[in-house]
């Protein structure tokens, strides 16, 4: 007894409490849980296990075993079960002080009961009865705080995460650096969590959060800004049942705080949906450019470093053409990024229109687009951000990069700006009009042109070169130096309102990329395809055919016999301009119905150095706007889109009544002989190369490395002020020189003969 005394408060050694011990003699010891069974075997473990009952320190445990098991084999046994994870050292306590179903949950949890020392304070925001919480956090064993007094944590409750009040709420907790607990108990889906902890490294803040969110909603935005400082209410569905619930959630997330229990959870918003009891847990990480908790600095502080692309990543062959990293590795390096709640992107999904062989996934909503431009164009084809290629992960992984990048060019408020005008900023700032070429007569005729509300379209007001407006630095490779051009022509959705009066943003040599490199390169071959597209489309000249079957890739052939199987026919154009990279147009129409009916013609493009890359970019393109045409009618209806410049285009486009939509018959279908593979290498090594031939024809490259610190996934925009986008863009250069000059044309089509069919994709 004397030993007792003197050791009464040395740990109690005991197997966890959630397990049951089962000794079979000859066999094992079995310890049984509602988790599983191990089975644990070993010289003398059959006669110690029965001691390990909790009720013996380590000297007690000794002297009970002695008479069996040596004091070595004790201490060796009882220190591989503990590394284990099978055995607990628990602070002694009186016989029953606690119910034992409640101890076995800390066992499992990892932590002590609370000590009764922790209190936790309630906040409402909004008009809420929060008594049954109060309640359900006593019966929790909570000691509950009493309003205004200091408390170990805070449950912050509410109607909706995204309620403006919440701000105060999370500045408040930062300047005393008290954790708190946010909690939407109402509504079919009731939602808890994340711990915010301000002032620690660990997670993220009620801002960070709130950014993640506010992108899901885009829709909400209007009624928002109508309702500044107010949450937007919307009834919420409930029962006594299902409010009951939450407050238990809550309540049981309070107490295990307050134990000491400490996990990814905290980390996490957890949704519970009431209708169909399915539970998900969304992590939240933090964002380092935060205004709130992170540095704000850090766009503009990249935006104003040059812009240096190295060759230092081994690059991979894959489909699409050399990489810094294979799509696999794209997914799992980006894959946490997606989340309905707390996610960049809510979901991947695949078209389920049409065979699989399509591989078209699809990745939300267009950030391009303003909340109006989605709602008028509903199921355009540029509603939402979209993935293609050769197989089911390469156009997951393509839908993921495309939104991301379209994320990434997204106004955040944390650019870097220059205010002035055009004139006042002297030779840094170049005349956006260079980028834009809107003809004059567009300008003047901008009223008609705009009359048919396609986003995509709109022709801006003239340039005033005394507007002041919000310049941004954009590095010039080939000066070596900034050079400004208007936010609003740089970033979505700029706030200048003079300056989006004036130049519109849009995708145009946008690009992500598994780096920088990969990235600039990409965007790059988007510039030289879309330039020759538009010199091809609106003069409307007559390209050279191109030979599917002489590039010898099976994966081709199977598209075209699942074409074949959807009474489609597939043919491919040479669009490749004076910039000598490899560009096709790959198109296919219906072949199954009478003379008159809409032939539902899609088509697509590639462009890269090596030109079966080229080509299978275009087809998987063409693969890639098909699902819309797939259900139509012989009528005209059933297309799965509303815009109606496509819809008149399948409706009335037909390839005989339209030369330039078939192969000339008097040029030989191009082969791979036809093009030489001299410049075909590295990421950096092709860029560099094209980058010398564009600014051999006396045009500047330039590059805004708009990658996000919170998504880490490399994104830029490449413009080249001259080269052509494939919108109507009619202004004089290229669009009309180089038809000339390469012998497709004998004299520049005139401004007024120019395809009044403007492309829409």
């Known amino acids: 007894m004397t030993g007792r005394r003197r050791n009464e408060r040395a740990p109690l050694i005991g197997f966890k409490r959630h397990l049951r011990l089962e000794v079979i003699s000859g066999d094992a010891v079995y310890l049984m849980s509602e988790h599983g069974v191990a089975a644990v075997r070993g010289p003398h473990l059959a006669a110690l296990a029965p001691l390990l009952d909790g009720t013996r320190d380590l000297a007690t445990l000794l002297e009970a075993a002695a008479p069996l098991v040596p004091p070595a084999q004790v201490a060796q046994i009882v220190g591989q079960l503990t590394r284990c994870g099978l055995l607990g050292h628990h602070p002694p306590q009186e016989s029953g002080a606690e119910d034992p179903a409640a101890r076995a949950y800390w066992d499992l949890a990892g932590t ?7 209190t936790v304070r309630i906040v409402t925001v909004g008009d809420l009865d929060d008594s049954g919480l109060a309640a359900a956090c006593r019966r929790a064993g909570v000691t509950v705080a009493e309003s ?91 029962l006594p049942a299902t409010r009951a619930l939450g407050a238990q959630i809550a309540a049981l997330e309070c ?30 990480t933090r964002r380092p450019q935060c205004p709130e908790c992170g540095d704000p600095s850090l766009m503009a502080r990249q935006a104003a470093r ?33 989340d309905p709640v707390t996610g960049v992107v809510k979901e991947i999904r695949r078209d389920r229109r049409g065979p699989e062989l399509l591989n078209v996934y699809r990745a939300g909503h267009n950030l391009a687009l303003t909340p109006r431009h989605m709602t008028e164009l509903n199921a355009s084809l540029r509603q939402e951000s979209s993935g293609k290629g050769r197989t089911a992960l390469d156009a997951r992984v393509g839908a993921l990069c495309e939104a991301l990048e379209r994320i990434s060019g997204r106004w955040q408020g944390d650019e870097s700006v220059v205010r002035g005008s055009l004139r006042t900023l002297g030779p840094d700032a170049v005349h956006p009009a260079d980028c834009q070429l809107w003809h004059e007569r567009q300008i003047a005729e901008r009223a008609r042109w705009n009359a048919g509300g396609h986003p995509f379209h709109q022709v801006a007001e003239a340039f005033d070169p005394d507007a002041e407006l919000d310049w941004s630095p954009v590095w010039s490779l080939t000066r070596e130096r900034h050079v400004l051009l208007p936010a609003a022509l740089l970033y979505y959705h700029a706030p200048d309102a003079a300056g989006r009066r004036m130049v519109r943003a849009d995708s145009n040599g946008c690009a992500a990329g598994s780096s920088l490199e990969d990235a600039a390169l990409q965007g790059l071959l988007e510039l030289v395809e879309r330039d020759a597209v538009a010199l091809w489309w609106y003069n409307r000249t007559r390209q050279p055919g191109v030979d599917l079957t002489a590039f010898d890739d099976h994966w081709t052939a199977e598209v075209l016999r ?51 890359i080229a080509l299978s970019r275009a087809v998987t393109e063409l693969n890639q706007m098909l699902p819309p045409v797939l259900d139509s009618h012989p009528d005209g209806t059933g297309y799965a889109c509303t815009d109606p410049v496509a819809l008149h285009w399948w409706r009335t486009a037909a390839r005989d009544a339209m030369p330039y939509l078939a192969p000339d018959p008097g040029v030989p279908a191009r082969t791979p002989l036809d093009y030489a593979l001299s410049g075909v290498g590295g990421v950096l090594e092709e860029f560099q190369n094209l980058r010398r ?38 202004a004089p250069g ?17 401004y007024e003969e120019l395809n009044p069919i403007p492309l829409f994709v």
């Open 112 to 118: 002590e009961a609370p000590d009764g020392t922790g």
């Open 148 to 238: 205004g007094a200091p408390a170990t944590l805070d449950l912050v409750v509410c109607t909706d995460y995204l309620d403006p009040r919440l701000a105060a709420v999370d500045a408040a907790h930062r300047d005393d650096g008290r954790p708190w607990l946010l909690a939407k108990l109402c509504g079919t889906t009731l939602w808890v969590g994340p711990v915010f902890r301000p002032g620690t490294e660990a997670g993220a803040c009620w801002n960070c959060l709130a950014h993640r969110l506010r992108a899901h909603r885009c829709a909400e935005a209007p009624v928002r800004g109508a309702h500044v400082g107010a949450a937007v209410d919307v009834p919420h569905a409930g």
């Open 255 to 284: 107490v295990k705080w307050l134990a000491g229990h400490r996990g990814e959870e905290h980390d996490r918003v957890v949704t519970l949906d009431t209708l169909n009891l399915t539970s998900r847990s969304h992590p939240l």
């Open 306 to 338: 040059p812009v240096v692309l190295t060759g230092r990543h081994r690059t991979v062959r894959t489909s699409g053409g050399h990489r810094a990293l294979s799509a696999q590795a794209m997914l799992d390096r980006y894959g946490h990024l997606v």
């Open 562 to 612: 699942t074409h074949r199987e959807l009474h489609r026919e597939v043919w491919a154009l040479d669009l490749t301009s004076d910039l000598g990279v490899p560009v096709f147009a790959a198109l296919s129409r219906r072949t199954d119905r009478g003379v008159g009916a809409p032939e539902d013609i899609v088509f697509g493009f590639g462009a890269h150095p090596d030109p079966a």
């Open 693 to 730: 031939t564009i600014e051999g024809k006396g045009l500047e490259v330039c590059i805004l490395d708009q990658t996000r610190p919170d998504l880490g996934l490399p994104v830029v925009r490449i413009l080249v002020p001259g080269l052509r986008h494939f919108w109507p863009r009619f």
């Open 734 to 750: 290229r669009l009309y020189d180089v038809p000339v000059s390469l012998g497709r044309l004998p004299e520049p089509t005139p």
